[in-house]
Every structure is written in structure tokens, then in C-alpha cells.
């Protein structure tokens, strides 16, 4: 994405920087750089392509049966967009420096009801 106002496009930068937050979490947790597999991701030009954390190999996420339940991403997008207004209207803010701590182990899966429409 590309455009002609340099506040738009600072804006858009930070988006995009922004989405890579989640993958770079989720490797990290599994016990992987986030910096190689954001890397490699963002080289392939698929839209379903990938990183399974559980085997660590890249694959398509459709094939592989990996999909995010709509109302995750929708919760998830909606809530961002809440806390951005609020950090945007808001004149001081006070937040703790993030600590230096190794990730967390992965979570089991399954069991996780209210996922439907």
C-alpha cells in the first residue's frame, strides 16, 4: 500500500508493522525466531501461506486446515481498533516497561466453545 500524504502513509506503515505482531507471538511462543519467519512469510506472495507452529514448518494454512474462526478475527480486530481510538484521544498515558522474560510454552488446544456463529 502506497500513498501520496506522508501522514497517510506514516499511518499505513504502522498498520502493517502492526500485523505482524500475532505471527511474530505465536512463533515466539513456540520457540522460534519471529524475525525470520515474519521475513519469509512476507517474501511469499500466497495468501494462505504460513507458519504451523505445532510441526515449524511453512505450509498453506488452507491445506493444512489452520484457519482462525471468524469471530476471533473480528473480536480481535474490533477490539484493537478501540484501544487505538482511546490511545489516539488520549492526552498522557502511563504503561509499564516491558520485562525481559522467556516465552510461554504453547497452550493445549481444543475445548474452546462459543467459536460459532
Given at each position: 500500500?502506497?500513498?501520496e500524504n506522508?501522514?497517510?502513509q506514516?499511518?499505513?506503515?504502522?498498520?502493517?508493522k502492526?500485523?505482524?505482531s500475532?505471527?511474530?507471538?505465536?512463533?515466539?511462543?513456540?520457540g522460534?525466531?519471529?524475525?525470520?519467519?515474519?521475513?519469509?512469510?512476507?517474501?511469499?506472495?500466497?495468501?494462505?501461506?504460513?507458519?504451523?507452529?505445532q510441526?515449524?514448518?511453512?505450509?498453506d494454512?488452507?491445506?493444512?486446515?489452520?484457519?482462525?474462526?471468524?469471530?476471533?478475527?473480528?473480536?480481535?480486530?474490533q477490539?484493537?481498533a478501540?484501544?487505538?481510538?482511546?490511545?489516539?484521544?488520549?492526552?498522557?498515558?502511563?504503561?509499564?516497561?516491558?520485562?525481559?522474560?522467556p516465552?510461554?510454552?504453547?497452550?493445549?488446544?481444543?475445548?474452546?466453545?462459543?467459536?460459532?456463529?
Amino acid at each position: 500500500l502506497k500513498s501520496e500524504n506522508s501522514d497517510v502513509q506514516a499511518g499505513i506503515n504502522i498498520v502493517l508493522k502492526a500485523l505482524e505482531s500475532p505471527i511474530r507471538q505465536i512463533v515466539e511462543n513456540a520457540g522460534v525466531e519471529g524475525s525470520i519467519v515474519v521475513g519469509k512469510i512476507s517474501e511469499n506472495k500466497s495468501q494462505t501461506y504460513g507458519f504451523n507452529a505445532q510441526t515449524e514448518q511453512f505450509v498453506d494454512m488452507l491445506e493444512a486446515g489452520i484457519v482462525d474462526p471468524a469471530k476471533v478475527v473480528r473480536t480481535a480486530l474490533q477490539d484493537a481498533a478501540s484501544v487505538a481510538g482511546l490511545l489516539i484521544t488520549t492526552e498522557a498515558m502511563v504503561a509499564e516497561l516491558p520485562k525481559d522474560k522467556p516465552a510461554a510454552p504453547m497452550g493445549g488446544g481444543g475445548g474452546m466453545g462459543g467459536m460459532d456463529f
